[in-house]
Nanobody, 123 residues
C-alpha cells in the first residue's frame, strides 16, 4: 500500500516561486497516478494538478494553468509541484494523493493521501 509524504511548503511573497514534493513508499511507484490538491480554510479541497505514472500526460486546474508545473522522478519515488507567479489566493494546505486516473479532478478518485504541507503567499 502506498504511503505519501509532502514536503517543501513555506511562505513566499506574491509573485514568488515555491516547489513542493511528494515522496512515496510502498508498491510500484511508476504505476501510480498522482494528483495534487489544495484546501484553504473554509473551502472545499480543490484539484491542482495530476500526472500519469509514465509522465506521458499531465493535467492542471484552471486556476493554476500556466503557473504551476507537475513532474515526477520515478527513480526517486517523488512527484514535484513547481509553483510560479504565486498569488495570495494560492494560500492553502497542499496534498498529494494516489488515484485511479479515471476522474482525476475528483477527490473520490484518489485512495491514498499525504498529510499535507502549508503554502502561504503574502501580499
Amino acid at each position: 500500500q502506498v504511503q505519501l509524504v509532502e514536503s517543501g511548503g513555506g511562505s513566499v511573497q506574491a509573485g514568488g516561486s515555491l516547489s513542493v514534493s511528494c515522496a512515496a513508499s510502498g508498491g510500484t511507484f511508476s504505476r501510480y497516478f498522482i494528483g495534487w490538491f489544495r484546501q484553504a480554510p473554509g473551502k472545499e479541497r480543490e484539484f491542482v494538478a495530476a500526472i500519469t505514472g509514465g509522465s506521458l500526460s499531465t493535467f492542471y486546474g484552471d486556476s493554476v494553468k500556466g503557473r504551476f508545473t507537475i513532474s515526477r522522478n520515478n527513480a526517486k519515488n517523488t512527484v514535484y509541484l513547481g509553483m510560479n507567479s504565486l498569488k495570495p489566493e494560492d494560500t492553502a494546505v497542499y496534498y498529494c494523493a494516489a488515484g485511479y486516473g479515471a476522474n482525476w479532478r475528483k477527490t473520490a478518485d484518489y485512495y491514498a493521501w499525504g498529510q499535507g504541507t502549508q503554502v502561504t503567499v503574502s501580499t
